[in-house]
């Protein structure tokens, strides 16, 4: 079965703090690895990441996949109470047997 | 404006009902899933399908089933429904032909009592 782990499970930090968000995976078939950001409703795309060792930017988020490993990392710079939210990410199949499986989150909570 | 779309937004249930969560989406996509998010146990799949006619398990299937009759819809039946089934719902669709992510209906609350 596909297993996804994330820690910290829980973060509170400073606002203009630097954090970084773990993301281990145990996926059969592994294809990609997505990260999401989920505040009060539906979760919402930030990443996807295929190869190994390219970082992926968005603003003050990046990300990058060690497929050797098998692991993942989200950062977020200079971080602002708009970051507060929970963080997931999920290890998807390959095309014929896609199955998307998430781990439990990070809850991340940035103080003014 | 093309998306997903889930209903009932929310609900409540009586124990032992049949319930069936809606799932629509206007993507062409062909990939559905299922997923119930609970406090503290993140999104758990409880059953996806890769293409119209075809569906498989996820980690939390019993109590639920799943039809995908063709590519736009993917309802969940909750064939007697207990409190423990209690959650959020998302249903989800992605392309893994085009490499996309996948995107989520905006959920449905769903409380047995």
């Known amino acids: 079965e596909d297993k996804v782990v994330q820690s910290p499970l829980s973060l509170v930090v400073h606002e203009g703090d630097t954090v970084t968000l773990n993301c281990s995976y145990e996926?059969?078939?592994?294809?990609?690895l997505l990260w999401y950001k989920q505040e009060k409703k539906a979760p919402t795309f930030l990443f996807m990441l295929?190869?190994?060792?390219i970082e992926k930017k968005s603003g003050r988020l990046s990300s990058i996949l060690d497929k050797k490993e098998l692991f993942s990392i989200l950062n977020i710079t200079a971080t602002q109470t708009g970051d507060s939210a929970v963080y997931l990410c999920?290890?998807?199949?390959?095309?014929?047997?896609?199955?998307?499986?998430f781990g439990t989150g990070t809850r991340l909570t940035i103080i003014p | 404006i093309a998306g997903i779309t889930q209903a009932p937004t929310s609900q409540i249930l009586a124990a032992g009902r049949r319930m069936t969560l809606r799932c629509t989406q206007d993507?062409?996509?062909?990939?559905m899933y299922w997923y119930r998010q609970d406090l503290g146990l993140g999104l758990r799949l409880i059953h996806y399908?890769?293409?119209?006619?075809?569906?498989g398990k996820g980690e939390v299937p019993d109590g639920y089933s799943v039809s995908r009759a063709n590519t736009d819809d993917f309802p969940l039946t909750l064939a007697s429904a207990v409190p423990s089934q209690t959650s959020v719902y998302f249903c989800?669709?992605?392309?893994?032909?085009?490499?996309?992510?996948?995107?989520f209906g905006q959920g449905t609350r769903l409380t047995v009592v």
């Open positions: 399908s890769n293409t119209a006619g075809t569906t």
């Open positions: 993507m062409r996509h062909n990939a």
């Open positions: 295929t190869s190994s060792g």
């Open positions: 989800a669709s992605s392309d893994s032909r085009y490499g996309t992510e996948a995107f």
């Open positions: 999920a290890g998807l199949r390959f095309f014929g047997n896609e199955k998307l499986t």
């Open positions: 996926v059969t078939n592994f294809r990609s």
